[in-house]
C-alpha cells in the first residue's frame, strides 16, 4: 500500500513536472507561432513582454529572452521616432545578455541579435556612429556563421542589409541576391534542435527572393 | 486509489479553469496613459501589455497571495501584493518616472557640445572636418559658431567681446600651453592639433563647470579617442604635405599604440598661390606623434598623447615706418607635448578623472631691417630704425596636472571635487641690435581646488552649484569664484538653462614681469538660454552679459619696460544669439545658420578709455551648407561668414600729456569669406574594401573679397597700411589612403 502511495505520489509529481514543461512548451510554441504575423504588424511589444514573462518565472531558459531580444530589436528596426531607437536596442541588448548568461556561451543565434542591436543603433545618425558600430555589425555575424556554419539567419541577415544598402556603398538589390540564396540553401536544410529553438526567416527570404521574379 | 488519482487529475483540471480576470490602467505621475508597459504576476506566464490608451487586462489561474508587477524602461518598477480569490481585479498603476540621462534635462547654458556620444550635441566631430572655411582646423569651424568673432590676424577664440588669450584649451582635462603654431607677425596661425585626435569637443562661450579655471571668457575642452576599432595603416599626400602612420589594436583589443609622422612644405604652394609676403625660407615642418591606450579594466582607460613638432619659416614684408625698407621675419620653433590621462571607476559610485601633461616651447625669433636689396641695414644713428634689428629667444616649460573624483548621488545626482596644478616657466632672452642680452624669466605656480555638485530634482530640474578657488605664486593671491547653472524643461523637450559664474585670470606672459603689484583681472558672466533640440532640428538662443573688472592696464614701467602696470582696466559686453540648423527641409542637405550681436567696450592695456575693441565686432553671421550625392560618392561643402567692421585705432604715446592718446580710428570695411570644399569618396561602400581612399578639394575666399582685418601705423602717427590675409585665395589638394579599415566618414577632409 505504502508502495502504492509513494508510486502515485511519484506520478503526480512526475505529471506535475511534465505539466511544467509542458505549459513551458507550449506556451512557448503559442508564442513563436504569432512571431511572423506580428512582425508583418510591425509592432512586436506585446509579444516580448509575453516571452520575458516566461523568461523571467523559468529563470533557466535562454529561450524566451532569446526570442524577447529578438522582438524586441525588431520594434527598434520599426520604431519611426530616432530618438527612441537607442533605448529600445538597450532593452534588445538586455535581453539578450540574460540568454548569454544562462547559455553560459558563444552562441550563434545571440550573436545574430548582437548584430541586429548594432545595426538598431547605427540607424540612429549613420553618418556618425558607421565608425562604431558598422564593424560591430559585421563581426557578430561572422562570429555567428563560424559558430554554426549551417545557420542561414546571419547570412540572411547579410542578406538583408546588403539590400537595403545603396549601390554606391557596395548594395543594392543585385547584390544581396547570392547571399539570400544562400539564405535559402542552408534553411533549407536546416534542422532546429529543438521545435522551439530558432527556426525563424523562412518568410523573409521566400519574399525576398521572389522579387527577383 | 484510482478515486485519489482521478481526484487529482480533477483537481489540476479545476484549477486550469478558474481564472480571475484583473484588469486596469497605467498611468504615469503626470496622469498620461502609459502603452507598452509589461505587467506581470510574478513567477508566472500571465500577465500583459498595456494598450495605446494605458489599459491592461488579463486572465490567471494563480491563486492567492501573489505579486503584481509592472516594468518599463525610463520608470521605477512598480510591486503590489495582491491576493487573488476568484473575484476580479481592478488595479490601477501609477509609474513613477526615472531620472534618467535619455529623459533628463540637460544644463547647456553657455555650451555647445560636439559628439557622437550624447544625442543632445549641436555638432558631430564630423561636422568639424567637413566646414568648409574650416580647412581641417578645430578652431577655424567653431568660427562658425555664434558668440565668435572672425579675427584673421592673430590665432585663437575670440568669444563675446574677450580676447584670444581669454579661451583656454583643455585636451583630457588638462590645460594646452601653446595649442597654436608660434605666432608671426599679422598672420593667424593655426592648432597644432589634428581634429581626428579627438571624438568629443565641447565649446563654452561662457559659464562653465569650476573645474576649469584661468579663463575670462570661454573654454574649449577636447576629449581624446580611445581604442581604435582596427589595426590601420594611413598615408596621405597633398601638394603641401605629406603623412604616414599606422594605428595598431592588440589581439585583445584591450591596448593600442599608434605613431604618425608629417611632412610639411609649402614651396610648391607659395609658386601656385601668390603670396603677399616674401619668403626667404618658405614654411618646413616635422611633426610626429606617438600614442598608447590601455583599457585598465572594463569601465577603466589609460591613455599617452605625445607629439613633437619643428617649424622653420622666414619672410620679409614692408616696413610700416620707411616704405621702402622690409622687415625680415625669421622662425625656427620646436615643440614637444605629453599627454598621460587616466579614468576609472573605483567603485561604491566612485570615479576618478586624472591627468598629467608637460609641454616645452623653443622659439628662436630673427628680425632684421632690410634695403630694397634685402640686405640688413644697421641704421645706428636712427634708434627707431636701430631696434628693427633684433633677436628673441623664447623656451618655455609648462607642467599642468589635475585630478577629479566624482561621487555619484541619488538618481543622476553627483558631486564633483578635485585640484588643478599649473606650472610654467618662461624665459626669454631679447638681444638688442648692438648685441646686448636682455634675459627674463617668469615663473608661475598656481594651485587650484574646486567642488561641483549636479543636483536632479526630477527629469525637468536640474542645478549645478560649484565653487573654485586659486592661488597664483606670482601675484601672490588667492580667488575664490562661484559658478551656478539652472535647467529647466517645458513638456515639448524644449528647456531654459541660467547660467551664472565668476572667472578670474592672471596677466599675459608679454605683459610681465611687472615691478607694480597685480591682482586678478575678473569676469562675471550672466546668461541666458532657450534651446530646442529634436532629431533633425536645433534651434539655440541665448542672451549674456558679461562685466569685466580689474583688467590690466599697460604702460612704461619705470624701468623703462612695456608692462603691465595695474588693475584699473574695466569693460562689459552684452548680446543676443542664435543658433539654428536643420537637416530636415531640404531633402539630404544639412545646414546651420549662426548670428551674433555683440555690444562691448572695455579699457584696457593702453586703451586711453573705455572703447568698442578692435577685435569685436556689432554683427556676425555664419552659414555652413553640407550635402554628399551619393551617385557621385561626393560630399560638397559650403560656408559663408560675414562680420561687420571692426573698429581700429592707432593708439600711441603722448609725451606732452604724458598719456596714451588715440591718434586716429576708424572701421573696416565688413568681412565676408564664401569657402568651398569637395570630398570624393571612390570606395565608398565597397564591401570588405581592404582600403579607403578621399581625395579632398577645398577653396576659401571663392568671390575673392578684400578682406582688410585691421590697420597698422607707423611710429609716427603719419602712415597707414591695411593687414590681410597673405593671400586672397587658398586652395588645397588632397588625398588619403587609409588600409585596413573603412573611414567612410572620419578621412573627410583631413587637411594636413
Redo the contacts between chains.
Keep these: 500500500m505504502k508502495k502504492?502511495f509513494l508510486f502515485?505520489a511519484m506520478?503526480?509529481f512526475a505529471s506535475?513536472a511534465f505539466?511544467q514543461s509542458d505549459?513551458y512548451i507550449s506556451?512557448m510554441k503559442a508564442n513563436i507561432a504569432q512571431l511572423d504575423s506580428v512582425m508583418v504588424k510591425g509592432n512586436a511589444?506585446?509579444l516580448a513582454?509575453?516571452f520575458?514573462?516566461?523568461g523571467?518565472?523559468e529563470k533557466t531558459q535562454w529561450l524566451p529572452f532569446y526570442y524577447a531580444g529578438y522582438c524586441t530589436v525588431m520594434n527598434a528596426y520599426n520604431e519611426k521616432?530616432?530618438?527612441k531607437k537607442?533605448?529600445?536596442a538597450?532593452?534588445a541588448q538586455q535581453f539578450i545578455n540574460k540568454a548569454d548568461s544562462i547559455l553560459g556561451k558563444e552562441n550563434s543565434e545571440t550573436d545574430v541579435i548582437k548584430s541586429m542591436i548594432a545595426t538598431a543603433h547605427m540607424t540612429v545618425?549613420p553618418?556618425?556612429?558607421?565608425?562604431?558600430y558598422?564593424?560591430q555589425i559585421t563581426e557578430f555575424l561572422e562570429k555567428s556563421k563560424s559558430l554554426d556554419p549551417s545557420n542561414p539567419r546571419p547570412v540572411l541577415v547579410q542578406a538583408e542589409n546588403?539590400f537595403y544598402?545603396?549601390v554606391?556603398?557596395?548594395?543594392g538589390k543585385d547584390?544581396a541576391k547570392s547571399f539570400f540564396d544562400q539564405a535559402k540553401k542552408l534553411d533549407d536544410n536546416f534542422k532546429p534542435e529543438t521545435e522551439i529553438s530558432p527556426d525563424w526567416g523562412k518568410n523573409a527570404i521566400n519574399y525576398f527572393l521572389s522579387q527577383y521574379k | 486509489m484510482f478515486k485519489w488519482l482521478f481526484l487529482s487529475y480533477f483537481l489540476i483540471s479545476i484549477k486550469a479553469n478558474s481564472q480571475v480576470k484583473i484588469s486596469g490602467k497605467i498611468t504615469d505621475n503626470h496622469n498620461k496613459a502609459l502603452a507598452g508597459i509589461s505587467i506581470s504576476i510574478q513567477n508566472s506566464y500571465d500577465g500583459a501589455t498595456s494598450d495605446s490608451s494605458g489599459n491592461y487586462s488579463f486572465l490567471t489561474s494563480e491563486k492567492g497571495a501573489q505579486l503584481l508587477q509592472a516594468s518599463a524602461t525610463g520608470y521605477k518598477s512598480f510591486e503590489q501584493n495582491i491576493n487573488i480569490n476568484g473575484t476580479p481585479l481592478n488595479i490601477n498603476i501609477s509609474l513613477r518616472e526615472e531620472i534618467t540621462e535619455l529623459k533628463a534635462v540637460v544644463i547647456t547654458a553657455g555650451t555647445f557640445e560636439a559628439s557622437d556620444q550624447k544625442r543632445a550635441s549641436a555638432l558631430s566631430p564630423i561636422d568639424i572636418v567637413t566646414t568648409a572655411s574650416a580647412n581641417g582646423d578645430i578652431t577655424n569651424a567653431i568660427k562658425t559658431l555664434p558668440g565668435t568673432q572672425q579675427v584673421g590676424e592673430s590665432e585663437g577664440l575670440f568669444v563675446r567681446g574677450g580676447t584670444a588669450n581669454e579661451t583656454k584649451i583643455f585636451i583630457d582635462g588638462t590645460l594646452v600651453n601653446k595649442f597654436f603654431y608660434s605666432s608671426e607677425p599679422d598672420l593667424a596661425t593655426r592648432g597644432r592639433f589634428n581634429p581626428f585626435l579627438f571624438k568629443g569637443t565641447i565649446f563654452s562661450s561662457g559659464g562653465y563647470s569650476a573645474l576649469y579655471g584661468q579663463a575670462l571668457s570661454s573654454v574649449l575642452l577636447l576629449e581624446s579617442i580611445d581604442l581604435p576599432e582596427k589595426t590601420s595603416a594611413d598615408f596621405g599626400i597633398s601638394y603641401l604635405a605629406a603623412n604616414a602612420g599606422i594605428q595598431k589594436l592588440s589581439k585583445n583589443k584591450k591596448s593600442s599604440w599608434g605613431v604618425t609622422y608629417a611632412y610639411t612644405n609649402l614651396a610648391l604652394v607659395y609658386n601656385f598661390i601668390k603670396q603677399k609676403l616674401d619668403y626667404f625660407r618658405v614654411p618646413v615642418l616635422h611633426e610626429g606623434d606617438a600614442n598608447f591606450r590601455i583599457k585598465t579594466s572594463a569601465t577603466g582607460m589609460l591613455k599617452y598623447f605625445g607629439s613633437f613638432s619643428t617649424t622653420n619659416v622666414g619672410f620679409r614684408n614692408q616696413d610700416v615706418d620707411s616704405l621702402i625698407m622690409k622687415d625680415a621675419f625669421g622662425l625656427k620653433n620646436l615643440y614637444t607635448y605629453h599627454n598621460l590621462s587616466w579614468k576609472e571607476k573605483i567603485g561604491h559610485g566612485w570615479k576618478l578623472n586624472t591627468g598629467v601633461s608637460y609641454s616645452f616651447n623653443h622659439d628662436k625669433i630673427s628680425d632684421e631691417f632690410q634695403n630694397a636689396s634685402n640686405q640688413k641695414q644697421s641704421m645706428l644713428n636712427d634708434s627707431l630704425y636701430a631696434y628693427k634689428n633684433f633677436n628673441l629667444e623664447n623656451r618655455g616649460r609648462y607642467a599642468n596636472a589635475k585630478i577629479v573624483f566624482e561621487k555619484r548621488l541619488f538618481n543622476l545626482s553627483a558631486v564633483r571635487f578635485g585640484s588643478e596644478y599649473n606650472y610654467s616657466n618662461e624665459e626669454t632672452i631679447y638681444t638688442s641690435y648692438d648685441g646686448t642680452n636682455y634675459p627674463q624669466t617668469v615663473k608661475e605656480n598656481i594651485f587650484a581646488g574646486f567642488a561641483e555638485t549636479d543636483i536632479y530634482l526630477t527629469n525637468d530640474i536640474a542645478a549645478k552649484f560649484g565653487v573654485r578657488t586659486e592661488h597664483s605664486q606670482l601675484l601672490n593671491k588667492w580667488n575664490v569664484a562661484p559658478r551656478i547653472s539652472l535647467a529647466y524643461k517645458f513638456q515639448d523637450n524644449s528647456q531654459f538653462s541660467l547660467a551664472y559664474g565668476i572667472f578670474y585670470e592672471n596677466p599675459e606672459r608679454k605683459y610681465l614681469p611687472s615691478i607694480n603689484q597685480l591682482h586678478f583681472s575678473q569676469a562675471t558672466h550672466y546668461i541666458a538660454q532657450y534651446q530646442k533640440i529634436s532629431n533633425d532640428r536645433t534651434f539655440r538662443t541665448e542672451i549674456f552679459y558679461k562685466k569685466y573688472k580689474d583688467l590690466f592696464k599697460t604702460g612704461l614701467s619705470s624701468n623703462g619696460t612695456f608692462a603691465a602696470i595695474n588693475n584699473d582696466g574695466f569693460g562689459d559686453a552684452k548680446g543676443i544669439e542664435f543658433f539654428w540648423r536643420d537637416k530636415k527641409t531640404i531633402k539630404n542637405v544639412d545646414y546651420w545658420i549662426s548670428y551674433s550681436y555683440l555690444d562691448t567696450k572695455r579699457d584696457f592695456l593702453n586703451y586711453p578709455f573705455a572703447i568698442e575693441p578692435s577685435f569685436a565686432t556689432k554683427h556676425t553671421a555664419s552659414l555652413v551648407v553640407k550635402k554628399f550625392v551619393m551617385k557621385l560618392k561626393t560630399q560638397f561643402n559650403a560656408s559663408y561668414s560675414y562680420a561687420t567692421g571692426r573698429p581700429y585705432y592707432n593708439i600711441n604715446y603722448d609725451y606732452i600729456s604724458n598719456k596714451y592718446k588715440i591718434y586716429d580710428q576708424g572701421h573696416t570695411k565688413g568681412y565676408n569669406d564664401l569657402s568651398l570644399s569637395v570630398n570624393y569618396l571612390p570606395s565608398v561602400g565597397k564591401l570588405k574594401a581592404k582600403s579607403f581612399t578621399v581625395f579632398v578639394l577645398s577653396l576659401t575666399n571663392v568671390l575673392g573679397a578684400n578682406k582688410i582685418y585691421t590697420y597698422n601705423y607707423s611710429a609716427n602717427n603719419q602712415n597707414k597700411v591695411a593687414v590681410t590675409p597673405p593671400s586672397k585665395r587658398f586652395l588645397y589638394l588632397g588625398c588619403f589612403i587609409s588600409l585596413g579599415i573603412d573611414r567612410s566618414q572620419d578621412e573627410i577632409n583631413n587637411h594636413l
Design positions: 502504492f502515485t506520478i503526480c506535475i505539466a505549459k506556451a511589444v506585446e513582454n509575453s520575458e514573462r516566461i523571467n518565472a521616432d530616432v530618438a537607442d533605448a529600445i538597450d532593452k545618425d553618418q556618425n556612429r558607421y565608425m562604431t558598422g564593424p546588403t544598402t545603396p554606391q556603398f557596395g548594395g547584390a
